[in-house]
């Protein structure tokens, strides 16, 4: 009977040892994930600032005699960033919105100045 309890003794401690092992494995790569990698945070960070916005297509509204009310007009919003000009073609973005390039030059100073204020 004594060899057979030192078979379970040894057993005991092999499978002990085996679960310690895997546990050490994953608090190693969790500490590895949450604490060194910077992989994820910046997958998070992608994931939580990415901004959409979609606009409800709307159709016509008649009134009962068939008179036309309400349409869809398109509208646009252009927003130019005065650091990001830099090698633009500004007599070409000019002509595109109708502006001269004094018009342009003046709006692109108005937006460095609130851009630059405190």
Same mark, same amino acid.
Request: some cysteine.
């Given at each position: *009977? %004594?060899?057979?309890? %030192?078979?379970? /003794? $040894?057993?005991?401690?092999?499978?002990?040892?085996?679960?310690?092992?895997?546990? #050490?494995?994953?608090?190693?790569?969790?500490? @590895?994930?949450? #604490?060194?990698?910077?992989? @994820?945070?910046?997958?998070?960070?992608?994931?939580?600032?990415?901004?959409?916005?979609? @606009?409800?297509?709307? /159709?016509?509204? @008649?009134?009962?005699?068939?008179?036309? #009310?309400?349409?869809?007009?398109?509208?646009? $919003? #252009? *927003?130019?960033?005065?650091?990001?000009?830099?090698?633009?073609?500004? *007599?070409?973005?000019?002509?595109?919105?109708?502006?001269?390039?004094?018009?342009?030059?003046?709006?692109?100073?108005?937006?460095?100045?609130?851009?630059? %204020?405190?």
């Amino acid at each position: *009977m %004594s060899i057979a309890n %030192s078979h379970l /003794g $040894d057993r005991k401690y092999f499978i002990g040892g085996f679960f310690i092992l895997i546990v #050490l494995i994953y608090i190693v790569r969790l500490f @590895y994930i949450q #604490l060194i990698d910077d992989q @994820y945070k910046i997958g998070a960070d992608n994931n939580a600032l990415r901004k959409q916005t979609e @606009y409800a297509v709307r /159709g016509y509204i @008649y009134d009962r005699k068939g008179k036309l #009310l309400v349409y869809n007009e398109p509208s646009y $919003d #252009l *927003m130019i960033v005065p650091r990001e000009t830099k090698g633009c073609d500004t *007599m070409g973005l000019c002509a595109i919105l109708e502006i001269t390039k004094q018009e342009y030059l003046k709006r692109i100073k108005k937006a460095c100045q609130h851009f630059n %204020s405190p």
